[in-house]
């Protein structure tokens, strides 16, 4: 590629500079005169006599020697009698048919010529040299196309050198000159020789040769060359120039030698500061390689034309070597490195961040993947990132035996497009410094072909993702480590004669359905074993020890690997406990990425633990898994779908980012209950995280633990865990989760389990958990429905729980129990143990049930902090039921609401929030739901039945209903014992038995103290009832002051009925009613019905409403044997006697 150079006035020096076109410019003496050619001169075509005369006005300045000059005036000598010689001269330019000629003492001797004027230097002519000559003119040099230099060595340089350091051999070349350096000509060094150009600007579109020499072009504002005893040049940018660029569209030629160019920018990064658009060669010549580099520093490189480094004698190929912050290979640019007789040589590119693309060339792509493939066709290549990751986004193939290494300094390696190598001896090397990445296939077929993996942190391969190494005599090495390549039956076999070794598999292995003797036939496998992402398949694995599987013992390191249509049985075991797994009966090393499929497990006639990859686990097990049938025999004490056992002795054995989908059926042994079966595993003591199972489970067997996820976790903990495993037990005495059967002293969190548990005859049943034992359960739920109508303890997380603690958990399926147990929405039982934000929204039914709440049927000393509850809860037959809590006994509880109805039968206790509350302090509370129960004990829209405690800030909005219950309350139906602050209570309330009790806050009351309470709900009674707009009836030593009704009060037939109190026989103080009263009963009163207390300070203001001549009625009370003081008549009720009947 030609450009246009233009000499231009420089205004402020007074002189003619060498320029690009692109430069702005004007001419001498504001005549506009612009003129540029194409590697022509240009002093010569601008009409300037004076510049292309011989070089002018030289001075030696050092060193001796003379010049002279030929008659006609066009040829100039230079006898140089010292070995270093320094020149100044005012002019140095050589017209087309001049030249000038160093006589130099010998190669070594060197001459500086240093212009001083005001122009630039053309060079047309000839100039040689036996020696080296420096030619520096800070305006600018330029050789054009009939120049012809043939010297020892060139340096033409815009950049200045001091005379010390020249004297010295120290050739360090600086200056602030934008002025160029251009070759147009042809500029020729002797052999060992060497040509460098040098300035803020260079390029070269003619011809420059070293032949065993280097050729050099370096663009900055400071340079240093060293010249080695071998004829090469060192060339180092120390600082960069503004807008530099080192350019070749011609032809740079050092065979045996080096090629050389570098620049760098001291303007903006990314810059392009290196170019290549013509041919660079540096063939092989007498066994010395061919070096070729590229430099761009912290710019862009710029790379087509052609890089050749060849060799087509003897010798190996040599190395090209393109480098910058960005490195732009053009799509057709070409590199050869081949050799007839020896070793292809190498392409290096190495950049920040580097990126292999597809066929459209994208900005963060290095090259394309066909340039790739192309020129793996005739050299060997290496992809460096320096600072990022490397990414390989495109599929690639080439038929030769080369070389492809691909390496992150300081990341990862991506493979995201298929790589095959198809040629004898190819070879592929990958490195990072932290992790190779296989998201695509890697494939070398050749014989005696060749994979390298290097890695900080190992190398991981996605799923589905295989590396083949078929060929024969393919080789595979990691971390410096090389591993023998498996690729048949008989091979794998031979493992045994090498239990510590490291092995790779190349390829997939079909067993045709052989049987297989578990390798080691009882002894441990201590070596490496990577699948490379094949797989085995088609065996049936079987062992006469007590380990089963594939390999019988693993205390080596397994991974990536896939397993399938593998069965394993223990059929063949002479052992008294078999442990059976696909890949190992018992794992003491690592296994990662493996996976089984397809698989089958069957026990033994004698003791068996069973596992879809691994039986027993006492190492650490990752990214792995399971899916097929697992099937025990009655024999069989612990199943899983991944592993039968995960047990911590010396170290904590873990199972980290696995699954099993596997169908589990068939029996477990009957009554060891100190094992179990799981989806993933059957008994666990140790880590599972990140874990997920799916399938089924399906046991017959008495006193199991059973679980979605695990059957038995005793001590261990589950992390970040799912599982979606419908659980079946089908004998009496279980215990059966949706995640794990029996939880005891362990921990659990994040945890998920989606699955239907259902049982007949189980003793605890839960959607997460069947039972916990002073365990913790962390920001997990169940939303599986749980049923078993004849079991004891169900919950829709948790079936019997004690101890430990719940926080920030729920559960949504709905819970299904029979008669004499213990349900919850969440918990069925629970005891001494602390709860924080926990929820149930399922609805709770059961038949004759101990104790339903529509979150615990049964809490007992256990604290509970923001709790709600949202689910139906339903039981005509049970003793206790609670929109949220059924029975209750103890603890202090706080943010507590319920919001389903709850419906109860005879002899219930029945409240919206609590059934039965025992000796507990309640505050902020609330339910929403109707709560009825037709003869019922006591109902209440909060709580049925309380006993003790301190109760402030609750209310309750749902209605209470119940034909011939005992004690109805809009808040509770009967409390004892107690004090209650603030309450309130919006419902209606209705129903009732002979002397039953209705309250539009409390039924009845005893030895209580009730303070800031209000009801507002109509309340009616039936027959015979005390029926009170606020309290039925307030007992003896039970107070009630600062409260109110508002609600219309209806009394039943032969009854009691006041706007405030049924039947007071306690204290009222400054309490007051404004409700209608009104009905059949005996006595109406407008603050109280029948009064045989103390009532002070209160007073009432609604309707009386006499129903028969006769009935006792009273604005302030019905019937009165008690004392009243200091209270008052306002409205309605002023139109009423005070007392309808007594004093």
Known sequence: MNKTYALVWNQATGCWNVTSEGTRRRGKSGRGTLLAVAGASLLGLLGLPEAFALPSDGKIINGQGGMHTSTDGKHLTIDQQSQKLITQWNGFDIAGDESVRFNQPNSTAVALNRVVGTNGSQILGKLDANGKVFLVNPNGVVFGKTAQVNVGGL?????????????????????????????????????GGSVALLGARVDNSGVIQARLGSVALGAGEDVSLNFDGNGLLNLQVNAGAVDALAHNGGLLKADGGQVLMTARSADSLLKTVVSNQGVIEAKTLQNRDGRIVLDAGNGTLQVAGRQDASASGQGNGGVVENRGAKVEVHQYAKVDTRSKQGQTGTWKIAANNLEVASSVLRDAATLKASTLADNLETTSIELASTQGDLKVDAPLSWNSGNKLGLSAERGNVEVNGNLRAS???????????????????????????????????????????????????????????????????????????????????????????????????????????????????????????????????????????????????????????????????????????????????????????????????????????????????????????????????????????????????????????????????????????????????????????????????????????????NVTGQGNGGLYGGLVGLDQHGDISRAK??????????????????????????????????????????????????????????????????????????????????????????????????????????????????????????????????????????????GLSASGNVDGGLNSRIGGLIGSNHNANLSDAHA?????????????????????????????????????????????????????????????????????????????????????????????????T??????????????????????????????????????NSGTIRNSAASGKVHGLSRALGGLVGFNQGWIYGSSASGRIVPAFEGQAYGGLIGMNFGTQSQNALYGEAAKAPWIGLGR
């Open 928 to 1024: 929403e739901g109707d709560v009825s129960g037709n003869g019922a004990q006591a109902i209440g829209g909060l709580i049925g039945l309380n006993e003790g405690g301190e109760l402030h800030d609750l209310k309750a909005s749902g209605n209470v209903t119940g034909k011939g219950a005992q004690n109805l309350g809009g808040l509770i139906g009967s409390s004892k014992a107690a004090r209650l602050r603030n309450v309130s209570a919006s419902g209606n309330v209705s129903g009732g038995t002979t002397y039953g009790l209705l309250g539009g806050l409390i039924g009845n009351s005893e030895d209580v103290l009730i303070a800031d309470a209000k009801a507002s709900g109509k309340v009616k009674g039936d027959a015979y």
């Open 753 to 894: 389990a989606t699955g239907k548990v259902s049982g007949n005859g189980s003793e605890a049943i839960g959607g997460l958990v069947g039972k916990s034992l002073d365990s913790a359960i962390v920001d997990s739920s169940a939303t599986g429905d749980v049923s078993d109508l004849r079991g004891r303890y169900l919950g829709g997380l948790v079936g019997y729980n004690r101890g430990g603690s719940l926080t920030r958990v729920a559960a949504y399926g709905k819970v299904t129990a029979g008669a004499g147990s213990y349900v919850g929405g969440l918990l069925g039982y629970n005891r001494d143990a602390s709860l924080n934000s926990v929820q149930a929204s399922g609805s709770v039914v059961a038949s004759a049930s101990q104790a339903i709440g529509g979150l615990i049927g049964w809490n007992q000393d256990s604290s509970i902090t923001g709790a709600r509850a949202t689910g139906h809860v339903s039981d005509k037959q049970g003793q206790y039921l609670g929109g949220l809590l059924g029975y209750n006994k103890g603890g202090n509880h706080t």
């Open 1026 to 1063: 005390y029926t009170g707009g606020l309290v039925g009836m307030l007992g003896r030593k039970t107070t009630l002051e600062n409260s109110s009704a508002s609600g219309e009060v209806e009394g039943g037939y032969a009854g009691y009925a006041g706007g405030l109190v049924g039947l």
């Open 155 to 191: 340096v033409a340089s815009t950049l200045d050198i001091s005379d010390k350091d020249f004297l010295d051999g120290n050739y360090r070349f600086s200056g602030k000159s934008t002025a160029q350096v251009s070759n147009a000509g042809s500029l020729n060094a002797s052999e």
């Open 423 to 725: 040629g004898d001896k190819a070879e592929l090397a990958l490195n990072a410094r932290d992790q190779v990445r296989l998201n695509a296939d890697l494939s070398l077929t050749g014989r005696n072909a060749r994979l390298e993996l290097n890695s900080g942190k190992g190398h991981k391969l996605a799923d589905g993702v295989r590396v083949t190494l078929s060929g024969a005599g393919a080789g595979y090495r990691a971390n410096g480590e090389d591993y023998r390549v498996i690729q048949n039956l008989a091979q794998l076999r031979e493992i045994e004669a090498d239990m510590d070794g490291r092995y790779v598999l190349g390829n997939q292995i079909k067993g045709g359905n052989t049987r297989f003797r578990s390798l080691g036939n009882g002894q441990s496998f201590n070596g490496t074993f990577d699948g490379l992402g094949n797989s085995i398949s088609d065996l049936s694995v079987y062992d006469t020890s007590a380990y089963v599987g594939l390999f019988s013992v693993n205390n080596g390191i397994i991974r990536n690997l896939n397993l399938d249509h593998v069965w394993a049985s223990g059929a063949q075991s002479s052992h008294y406990n078999t442990q059976v797994g696909t890949l190992a009966g018992l794992n003491n090393g690592i296994i990662s990425n493996v996976k089984a499929s397809n698989i089958r497990v069957t026990g033994a006639s004698h003791l068996n633990s069973l596992g879809g990859l691994v039986a027993l686990n006492l190492g650490s097990i990752d990214g792995s898994s399971a899916s097929g049938q697992v099937i025990g025999d009655g024999n069989t004490y612990a199943m899983g779908g991944l592993v039968g056992e995960n047990i911590s002795e010396r170290r904590v054995a873990t199972i980290t980012n696995s699954r099993a989908d596997v169908a589990m059926s068939g029996r477990l042994l009957d009554n060891y209950g100190y094992h179990g079966a799981g989806g993933l595993v059957g008994r666990n003591t140790g880590r599972i995280a990140d874990s997920q199972s799916a399938g089924s489970l399906r046991l017959a067997g008495d006193n199991l633990n059973l679980g979605g996820l695990v059957g038995r976790n005793e001590g261990g903990s589950l992390v970040n865990v799912e599982s979606s495993v």
